[in-house]
């Protein structure tokens, strides 16, 4: 009796030893950092954003804090990034890079930490995926086209890439510039500042001009600010969105990337940017990209 009550007690611990082990292994995996999941591993480039904790100079390496609940490590740090995030601590910074751990990351090559204190903590992949993402994201565009069509509440405007933009005419929020509060006709050639609405994605003219002799050779050019879907990758490709609608636009040699020390791949997902896209016939290329939040 007393061996058939041993070995039914050995396998109870057996039992409950396992289980623990599973609830452990489970509980474990849990703790993700906001933004990740189990299929990015420590394959592909992700975009870290956080607020900078501490600098370790010595390990070349920096601590950011994620919504304040996940501490994360990133080594591989210049001499010139460790001295600069030094007087930084507090403050947003996106960077780009590569997991090498469970929260130890390592800065991907020839990329640069950016500031980017509007831009949402968390953990995204830079892998380019569908653009048209279902969020409405703020910005504005800056163009000079054709009025399509036109009504006291609603304008199309035809843009360098053929495509009309249809944008809400509100009093109030419309201001007509040279028009003197009239309308324009279909056919009239305008200067449009149109603004995503936060609700819906749509646009609404924010100023309506006539374009003046001097702006004619901006005819080709748009300028948008909005929110990049995707880190730019080997394709050097900027997507974005602004409103309802995404955009992507290789960027050219020789583009004004000051803001990103002169590297395009140091552009990551969620940065709110100002690009200038010149348009050759319906193709456009961006000739200039800026961190709107510097």
């Known amino acids: ?45 992700l975009t870290i954003t956080g607020q900078v904790q501490s600098v370790n100079a010595s390990a070349h390496s920096a601590t950011l804090s994620i919504n304040g609940q996940q501490q994360v490590t990133v080594n591989g740090l210049t001499d010139q990034e460790v001295s600069s995030l030094q007087s930084q601590l507090n403050k947003t910074f ?7 751990g469970t929260n130890t990351y390592t800065i991907s090559a020839n990329t640069n930490p950016q500031e980017n204190n509007n831009a949402t903590p ?3 992949s830079n892998t380019p995926t569908n653009t048209n993402n279902g969020v409405n994201e703020p910005g504005t565009i800056d163009f000079m086209g054709t009025v399509q069509s036109v009504s006291n509440g609603s304008i199309t405007v035809g843009m360098p890439d053929g495509q009309g933009l249809p944008m809400s005419i509100v009093n109030g929020q419309t201001d007509l510039g040279d028009l003197n509060g009239a309308l324009p006709s279909v056919g009239q050639s305008v200067k449009v500042t149109a ?36 880190g730019v990758g080997t394709d050097n490709k900027l997507n974005f969105k602004v409103g309802n609608k995404s955009f992507s636009y290789p960027i050219g040699t020789g583009a004004e990337l000051k803001d990103f020390n002169f590297n395009a791949q140091s552009i990551g997902s ?3 940017v100002k690009a200038k ?3 050759n016939g319906t193709t456009g290329t961006a000739v200039s990209v800026d961190n709107a939040n510097s």
Request: proline share 4%.
């Open 277 to 279: 896209v010149m348009f």
């Open 270 to 272: 969620g940065f709110t």
């Open 122 to 124: 968390g953990v995204t």
């Open 195 to 230: 603004t995503a609405n936060p609700t819906d994605g749509s646009f609404t003219v924010s100023k309506l001009d006539i374009p003046k002799p001097d702006e004619t050779q901006d005819q080709n050019t748009v300028k948008y600010q909005g929110v990049t879907t995707s």
């Open 1 to 45: 009796m007393n061996k058939f009550l041993s070995g039914r007690l050995q396998m109870f611990i057996v039992v409950i030893s396992s289980l623990f082990v599973m609830m452990l292994f489970t509980a474990c995996q849990g703790l993700a950092i906001p933004g990740t999941n189990s299929t990015n591993g420590t394959n592909g480039s």
């Open 94 to 100: 996106s960077i780009q890079v590569t997991q090498a």
